[in-house]
Structure formats: C-alpha cells, structure tokens
C-alpha cells in the first residue's frame, strides 16, 4: 500500500483600514506604517504611482520621503485597463528586484486608483512569493472597494481580472482629500459602488446618498457629510468581506449589480465605467425587483432619481435583451452553475434569485427604455419598444 499524507494548515489574516487626511504633509506619519508599531521601521521603501497622481502629488511625495529620511524608489507608472497586464506586473517586480526590497519589514506602497493597486498588489504577492503591501487609494472606488478588499488582479488575453491572487494587503490608507482631482465622471463612478452597499444592507446610507450624494459630487467629496457616508459604504462592504475574504460562499451581497456589468463593460460602446455598468446593471436589477412585488413603485423612482442626481446611467444601448441574457448565463456559469441573482427586497435587504427569465428581463429593459428614450436610443427599438406586450406594470414609471 503506497503512502499517502494530507496537510492542513490554516493562515490567519489581519489587515488593517484606516483613515488618515493630508498623508503627504511631512507631519502625518501615516504613510511610515509598517504594521509593527515598533520604532525600527526600515527605513526603506519602494512606492508605485499612478503617473498622473505623480503629476499631482510626486514633489509632496518626493518631499515627504526626504523629511523622514527615507531611502526610497518612486516609480510613476502610466496604467490603463489596456496595460492591466503581467508586462506591467513585471515591470513593478524589476524594480522590486533592483531595490533588493527586504520580505518582511519594507512594505511597497501603492499610490493610484485600482489599476494601479490591482497591478501593485499582484507583484507584490509574486515577488519572493510574497512581500507586504500598503494600499492608497486616489479614486473613489479605490476608496470604498478596490483598496479594502484582499484581491489583486490583471487582464489576460481580453478578459477582465483573469489572472489574480487573493493577496491582503498590510493596510489601506483612505484620505479623501485625494479625491478632490477627480472627474465628476469619476465621483459618480465610485458612488455606484456605495449605492451597491446601501441598496443591498444599508437603507440609512440610501437616505444619506439621497440628501447628500448630489453635493459630494459637486464638491468632490469634500463636503462634510462624504467622510461619514464613504465610512459606512466601506464598514458595510468590510464585514460583507470579512466572513467571506476567499468567496467560498458563492452568494455574496456585494456582488449586487454584478450580474450584467462585466460584459456591459467588455461590449460597452461607447464604454461604460466600471461603477457605471454596475449602474446600469442595479437599474435592471431594482426593475426586476419591481416586477416581482419586492420592491414598490416608489422605491423603484427613489433609486432612479437618486441615480440620475449623481449623473449615474440607468441604460446604455447595448442593453439588449438577448445581450443581457447571455451575461447572465455567463455569470451563473461563474457562479457554479446557479443564478444567485440578488435583488433587492425593498431598500437595504436583498434575496438570492435562480430563476431570472429573459421574458423578466426583456420586461424590465422595455420599462427603463421607455423612462430613458436617450439612454436607449440606440437599442434595438425592434426589440424593446415594438416586439412583445406592452409593459402595462412598470409603464407608470
Ligand atoms: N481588487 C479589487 O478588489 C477591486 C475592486 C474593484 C475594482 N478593482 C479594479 O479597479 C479598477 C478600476 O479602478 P478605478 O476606477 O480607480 O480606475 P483607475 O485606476 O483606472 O483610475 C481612473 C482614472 O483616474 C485617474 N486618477 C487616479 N487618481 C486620481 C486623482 N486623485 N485625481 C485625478 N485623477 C486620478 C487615473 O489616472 C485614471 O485615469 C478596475 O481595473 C477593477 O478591476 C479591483
Ligand atoms: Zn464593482
């Protein structure tokens, strides 16, 4: 009989969110975090911008490394979905090389939004087969998704995030100051995701967005009330993470208005933001809800009010019903096999659904089609507004 050994092991993980404001001032020692709290930090870093933050910020980072006495290697890198690649991973990895970067005590630190932090964290996971990291994010969805979250990734071959690691990092820092450079594209890009969290758990965060969404859009997030609404989109996607870091369990909250998104994202022209696929996926999705009674007629016009305060799209013309099934069956292919569709029952719960049709979905496209003639002008009208009964439920809208 041959012998035969099975080992199990288990790893323990503790990363840390914090907010810190104004992190480049040489008085904030933020940015000096090494997780040790111990005065022997390494006085060494390497540290990965997003070029155009370098633009912004490099000389207060510059200046910042040389008040702490730091040795330090700043590298500016110019990324996009279109170079999200191992090149880049590569390039990150040379560097690391070349600094001769230490395993434990000289954390890399990410500066940029999630194209950067996913490519950073990734090389940071491969080299040696794994050295600390710190995220910071300078977008607002790297702010409450992309830098809180344990996953690193990179596109391979046309598809999105398809190769990646499951890599905490040491600690993300958030300062909203940051974001005060930020398109207003890019604002309401990153309130998609917080009103992912708040239509799925938190009602209290929808009534914040709603009074205030629209002025931290307008101010970049530097009105009083984006601390504390930023705060409790990333608590409520934290303790959705935390119970669930590696996805075992395959029916995740956060995982609302990710249905349709990755491919409204890959076929998208002209192209759909991340958060603004989301959008348009969580517009179908309340729709959807709306025509099975868990949510009512004027939830349904709260959240698309809301959403067209902060210029979010509830449709874009690609959205097919024949497009829009496919994604669908792509995603429960993704998702072993079963729907596990959320949708929101009322505002601030959700339920898992595996029996979405595409009449539902035909339905609900023909509905928001007929509230957003210009969102779907370029939508097949064959199909949505002139094929199939009239859509006499959500037609009051
Ligand atoms: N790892 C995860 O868990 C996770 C979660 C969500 C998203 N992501 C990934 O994040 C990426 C999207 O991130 P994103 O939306 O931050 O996009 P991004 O990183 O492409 O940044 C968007 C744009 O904003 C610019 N920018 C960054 N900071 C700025 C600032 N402070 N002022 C002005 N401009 C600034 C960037 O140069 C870029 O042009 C996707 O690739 C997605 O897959 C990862
Ligand atoms: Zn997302």
Known sequence: MSAKWSVKTQLPVHYTVFESFDLFNPENNALLFDG?????????????????VERLHGERIHQYFQYHEIEYRLLSLSVSEDNKSMDTVFQVVEELNAFEVSRRSEPVIAIGGGVLMDIVGLAANLFRRGIPYIRVPTTLLGVVDAAIGAKTAVNFQGHKNRIGT???????????TLLQTLSDRQISNGIAEI???????????FELLEKHGAAMLSSKCQ???????IRRSVQGMLEDLESNLWEEKLERLVDYGHTFCPTLELKAVPKLLHGEAVAVDMAISVMLAYQRSLVTYQEVERVYNFMRSVRLPLLHPICTPELLYAALQSTTKHRNGLQRFPLTVGIGAAQFFHDITYEEI????????QLEPDAAR????????????????????
């Open 36 to 52: 040790q709290n111990s005065s022997l930090q390494s006085l060494r870093r390497v540290v990965v911008v997003d070029d155009y």
């Open 166 to 176: 499951f890599y905490p990092p040491l600690a993300a820092i958030l300062d909203t």
């Open 195 to 205: 009103l992912k969290i708040a239509l799925v758990k938190d009602a209290e965060l």
């Open 223 to 229: 009105n009083p009330e984006a601390v504390p609404i």
């Open 362 to 369: 035909k339905t609900a496209v023909k509905a928001i089609a």
């Open 378 to 397: 370029q939508t097949s009208p064959d199909t949505l507004l002139n094929g199939g009964d009239p859509c006499t439920q959500v037609s009051s809208l």
